[in-house]
C-alpha cells in the first residue's frame, strides 16, 4: 500500500520560513518524479515545484528563488524548503509521486503565512 505523508505545514509570518516534508512508504522516491502541489480556498490546485527521478528541477515562476524541492532517497523523503513566504502562499499543499501509469498523492498540509 502506497502512503505519501505531509508534514511540517503550519501558520507562520510574512517573510518566515517552513520546511514540507513527503515521507514516502510502499514506493521509492527515487524512481517517481515527485511534486509539490497547492490549493488556495477557491482555486484550483497548481504545480509548485517538482523533481524527477533524474533529479531536474522545476519551479513556479512566483515561488523560483524562494522555493526549494529536495529528496533523500536514504530517507525515501521529499522535502519542500519554503523561504521568504508570502500571504498569497497560504494553501493547502500536497505531494504527488508520479510515472506512467501511477499517481499517489498525500493527504495534504496547511500552510499559513500572514501579513
Known amino acids: 500500500q502506497v502512503q505519501l505523508v505531509e508534514s511540517g505545514g503550519g501558520l507562520v509570518q510574512a517573510g518566515g520560513s517552513l520546511r514540507l516534508s513527503c515521507a514516502a512508504s510502499?514506493?521509492?522516491?527515487?524512481?517517481?518524479?515527485m511534486a509539490w502541489y497547492r490549493q488556495a480556498p477557491g482555486k484550483e490546485r497548481e504545480l509548485v515545484a517538482r523533481?524527477?527521478?533524474?533529479?531536474?528541477?522545476y519551479y513556479k515562476d512566483s515561488v523560483k528563488g524562494r522555493y526549494a524541492i529536495s529528496r533523500d532517497n536514504a530517507k525515501n523523503t521529499v522535502y519542500l524548503q519554503m523561504n521568504s513566504l508570502k500571504p498569497e502562499d497560504t494553501a493547502v499543499y500536497y505531494c504527488?509521486?508520479?510515472?506512467?501509469?501511477?499517481?499517489?498523492w498525500g493527504q495534504g498540509t496547511q500552510v499559513t503565512v500572514s501579513s
Open positions: 510502499g514506493i521509492t522516491v527515487s524512481t517517481y518524479s
Open positions: 504527488e509521486a508520479w510515472r506512467p501509469g501511477y499517481d499517489y
Open positions: 523533481i524527477t527521478s533524474l533529479s531536474a528541477t
